[in-house]
């Protein structure tokens, strides 16, 4: 064979295996992975079109928050042992988000400008230096920067939260985020609710969620619980984040909203005792009500048990959880989220001694206006995915 034939016998064989290629690849109705000597994989409900919106969606929000900071100038923040801090510093100040006394613990600006991998060396080096301090709460803003780039993969491309109302939220001052909850013992709903104020609203605020005793007990899980910028459910933890300014989400639905059967989702039980409403009425802050579609539906539990709820409580006593839903799905389900905020309640008056009654009342008409907003949410949603 001389050396044209064999030139034009490669380009034959490599032409036929970029065609064949293509035509492997079928984009229409999912997601296609294409695996050398697997067939394709498809991720049903999550189309191509809806991989190019998150794809969209996560540029605007990058553009978004290098505007939040001036990477022409670095921090000039040194430590003890010489090490120059480097990151760029937040716009109208002239320390970096690490070292800007306090602003990070409420404002979440990525402290190299952007969000993703590429950033994480810096970040490891702030980490492995301890070149910051952490807030009283636990929150460790490099850890928690971290998680937020790895949930929005959840937030955009698996659940593609779509979000309505955040003009509700307040950007300056406390208040309290007060949502349905969901889950089946996993709170997607937290982590979604804090990601939706995060991605979207135009200040990125962090939302202070107070969650059930059991994360704040499990080895692991409990650290990064709070390094996330979490907090414990005590009225305590909550009259403190309202007092320094932040937002609070609570779910006062509490373990019997996660353990819901299928069969009573988004039907929204009572409020708690009306704790949140005392302590928003304490602190003088609004309260915003939050319905949130999709969390209810991921892990959907077709029976709950009485049996397994005494085990738990034998393991950890502390819990006051009476039944535990069961679900058959280990992986969560790739349903469309939609979250709605409300316009803000003022709390009941504090200039007058705080009546129980009262309280009681303004509980169930956040629950009324919680749950018309979900019916009004499922009549119009075509599909869960």
Known sequence: MSKAELVEALDLTTNTSVEAQRLTMKPEGGISTIVEGLSPIH????????????????EVLSDRLRTFVDTSIHCPWTSIEGHPCGLPV???????GLHADGVIEDKAVPLTGQLGFGSWPTLWRHLNLATYDIDPFGLDPVISEMGWHLLNGLYYDYFRVEVEGIEHVPMAGGAVLTANHGGAAIPYDGAMLALSVLNEAP????VRVIGTEI???LPIVSHMYRKMGAAYATRDDARELLKRGHLVGVFPE??????????????????????????????????????I???????????????????????FPEQRIEEIAIA?????????????????????????????????????DIRESIQHALDDMLSTRRTAF
């Open 293 to 315: 579609i999709g969390s209810e539906e991921v892990h959907p539990a077709v029976m709950v048990s009485k049996k397994l709820a005494k085990l738990v409580r034998l393991f």
């Open 328 to 364: 058959l799905n280990p992986i969560p389900l790739p349903i469309r989220w939609r979250i709605r905020f409300l316009p803000p309640v003022m709390p009941v008056d504090h200039g007058r001694p705080v009546d129980s009654l009262d309280l009681l009342e303004q509980s169930e």
């Open 43 to 58: 991720l049903p409900g999550i189309s191509s079109e809806d991989r190019a919106e998150a794809k969209a969606r996560r």
């Open 254 to 291: 509490g373990e019997r909203g996660f353990m819901k059967p299928v069969w009573e989702a988004y039907r929204v039980g009572r409020l708690g005792r009306g704790g949140f409403a005392e302590v928003a009425a304490e602190a003088q802050v609004p309260i915003v009500p939050v319905a």
């Open 215 to 217: 994360f704040n007990m």
């Open 203 to 206: 200040e990125p605020r962090r």
């Open 90 to 96: 937040l716009r109208g100040s002239d320390r970096c």
